[in-house]
Antibody, heavy 117, light 110 residues
């Protein structure tokens, strides 16, 4: 069965950094593009970043461009999100999600990031 | 405010039918595939429909999607109390090179 497990969330001060990880199992990770999606408390879903299977194509939402970097290590079946210069408005549950046929068909359980002084 | 517009809430009685719309523009809904997700608060989203009208395995045929021009629609018939959740549409925007989510629709089964 296909699984995604996120980790790395926590409490960080404004201006700080955090690195999220997502480990995949049960499928050929390197074949699939991957996404990060977040959800602020009481709000809707917001797409954050996309990376192709080989890592050659990357997109970021304008709200995180220049501060967040998506990457992957296919040898370790792992997806990452390096988050720098964190702001209060980055507080959210962060999900990794597999990209399939222009949709997101497998989701992790999420990891919570809280940015607060 | 989301680029993709969904009604904030819809409601219907058990056994009835409900439709949720997702309105966009020619660079997103009008050009690319639309997908739909269900999210029970406190849990991860679940894919219901992909490529406008295809269902992943395990999704019952009382759930269906369609698209006409710049508006996509999710249709749920034979409503059950277990359908109560938030529903989101999503699609790629080819002008902005970003994935867009609708603002979400809360479905209440009365």
């Amino acid at each position: 069965e296909e699984h995604l497990v996120e980790s790395g969330g926590g409490l960080v001060h404004p201006g700080g950094s955090l690195r999220l990880s997502c480990v995949a199992s049960g499928f050929d990770f390197y074949i699939y593009s991957m996404n990060w999606v977040r959800q602020a408390p009481g709000k809707g879903l917001e797409w954050v970043s996309f990376i192709s299977g080989g890592g050659g194509t990357i997109y970021h939402a304008d709200s995180v461009k220049g501060r967040f970097t998506i990457s992957r290590d296919n040898a370790k079946n792992s997806l990452f999100l390096q988050m720098n210069s964190l702001k209060d408005e980055d507080t959210a549950v962060y999900y990794c999600a597999r990209d399939q046929s222009e949709s997101m068909d497998v989701w992790g359980q999420g990891t919570t990031v809280t940015v607060s002084s | 405010q989301s680029v993709l517009t969904q009604p904030p809430s819809v409601s219907a009685a058990p056994g009835q039918r409900v439709t949720i719309s997702c309105s966009g523009s020619s660079s997103n809904v009008g050009y690319n595939y639309v997908s739909w997700y269900r999210q029970v608060p406190g849990t991860a989203p679940k894919l219901l429909v992909y490529a406008n009208n295809k269902r992943p395995s395990g999704i019952p045929d009382r759930i269906s999607g369609s698209k006409s021009g710049t508006t996509a629609t999710l249709d749920i018939t034979g409503l059950q109390t277990g359908d109560e959740a938030d529903y989101y549409c999503a699609t790629w925007d080819s002008s902005l090179n970003v994935e867009l989510f609708g603002g979400g629709t809360k479905l209440t089964v009365l």
